[in-house]
């Protein structure tokens, strides 16, 4: 499969391949009470980057959980790590909140997903656009030599 082209979905990546390594940071005392979140939250975000193979680096989600009193109790981060054609790292950043602590992570990965194919999709935009430029620039210095 062809690094810049996503991976169709239904076909996600295992979560520890040499393509897509995610890294929790769970900064939260919920997940420890609540063992059975840590796969939901692995499995949501390998759907949600696992479609884009090997140009995801890494993510990082790391949850903040507030006290009772707090008016939004969880606060989740996620850092998408996009590697672009000249693997160059690009970092794709969302946050998510609610009062629920899988609502919150869920919001955040999706808005990381959305991004990331903006990203990628300007990414590869970007690289188009250069390559049209070279070949525009080297065509114009041809004929400048021929004439």
Not at 95 to 111: I, P, Q
Request: aromatic share 4%.
């Amino acid at each position: 499969m062809c690094p810049l082209q996503p991976r169709p979905v239904g076909h996600p990546l295992p979560l520890n391949s040499p393509e897509t390594d995610v890294q929790l940071k769970l900064k939260s005392p919920s997940f420890t009470e609540n063992p059975l979140l840590v796969p939901q939250v692995e499995r949501r975000a390998r759907l949600e980057f696992g479609r884009y193979g090997g140009r995801v680096d890494r993510v990082t989600i790391s949850v903040l959980d507030r006290t009772e009193a707090a008016p939004i109790r969880f606060h989740c981060g996620v850092g998408v790590h996009v590697l672009d054609e000249n693997n160059d790292l690009r970092l794709v950043v969302s946050m998510g909140e609610d009062n629920d602590l899988y609502r919150s992570v869920d919001s955040a990965l999706t808005r990381a997903g959305v991004r990331t194919g903006g990203e990628i999709a300007r990414a590869e935009e970007a690289l188009r656009a250069r390559r049209q430029w070279l070949a525009g620039l080297q065509a114009h210095a041809g004929t400048e030599l021929s004439s």
